[in-house]
């Protein structure tokens, strides 16, 4: 009796062990499987700074020739209209519509590098958070193989523990 008692224990330590490595292993896969979400976010955030970027560029570039355009124009009625343009008023108002255009076009580049630092600072927390979820994975992976060390102990304890009570030592 007290070796099937004794046999039993071992068993039972041996079968929780196993239980706690498995439960381990999906805690570890589930924590990799979080992990590498959050790499794809940081590269979807990286792509988008990217993207930011060249968006205000582009933007820039445009208001810079809506506001040559423009500035054109104005060159052009004011020219026909007999206006020295290089001088007095009409070079006052020349150099003004330009500084506006430069603080037009430096606005949309420092608006889109704004929207860029954003998704850079998502990109770096989504970094950070992986390898958050990558250390739980290890602590998972860690705990398992403790937990099933004990489970193991517990029932060479347990048996010989039964196998002593039986008399058999």
Known sequence: ?????????????????????????????????????????????DQQAVAARQEGAIKAQSKDLESKQLIGKQEAVLGASGVDIESGSALAVRESQAGLARLDALTVRSNAEKKA??????????????????????????AATLAAFSSILGGAGQAASKWSAGGIA
Request: aromatic residues 8%; proline residues 0%; hydrophobic residues 50%.
């Open 117 to 142: 630092w954003g998704f850079d600072i998502e990109a770096t927390n989504q970094r950070a958070q992986s390898q958050l979820y990558y250390m739980k994975a290890s602590a998972a992976e860690d």
């Open 1 to 45: 009796m007290a070796a099937a008692a004794a046999i039993i224990g071992i068993v039972g330590g041996v079968v929780s062990a196993i239980g706690a490595m498995q439960q381990g292993k999906a805690q570890a896969d589930a924590a990799r499987y979080q992990a590498q979400v959050a790499q794809n976010n940081a590269i979807i955030a």
